[in-house]
Nanobody
Framework: QEPLVESGGGLVQPGGSLRLSCVAT????????MAWYRQAPGSSREFVAW???????DYSDSVKGRFTVSREGGEDTVYLQMNRLEPEDTAVYYC?????WGKGTLVTVSS
């Protein structure tokens, strides 16, 4: 069983929205912090946002004001609401909790 499973990626036009989900179904414990990272073609993986069980959040400057990370709906699930998407947001988005990584979900922003 995979420790983290992402879903919600797809193709969207610039200015559109997507909501990503990540469930920690296979982790041996409930993670306090769950985070999102992304990796664009030809680039290194970069931090996007994190959310804690107690409601704390943080964002990279490149997504602040456009993306919202949340842990609503359960301790083992993290969401990433992405609004006003730009072509530069095109990447594989990965969920991370503790030492565990998901396999990623592809987000493509293109007209």
């Amino acid at each position: 069983q995979e420790p983290l499973v992402e879903s919600g990626g797809g193709l969207v036009q610039p200015g559109g929205s997507l909501r990503l989900s990540c469930v920690a179904t296979g982790m041996p414990f409930s993670p306090y912090i769950m985070a999102w990272y992304r990796q664009a073609p030809g680039s290194s993986r970069e931090f996007v946002a994190w959310a804690s069980q107690s409601g704390g959040t943080d964002y990279s400057d490149s997504v602040k004001g456009r993306f919202t990370v949340s842990r609503e709906g359960g301790e083992d699930t993290v969401y990433l609401q992405m609004n006003r998407l730009e072509p530069e947001d095109t990447a594989v988005y990965y969920c991370k909790a503790d030492k565990y990584w998901g396999k990623g979900t592809l987000v493509t922003v293109s007209s």
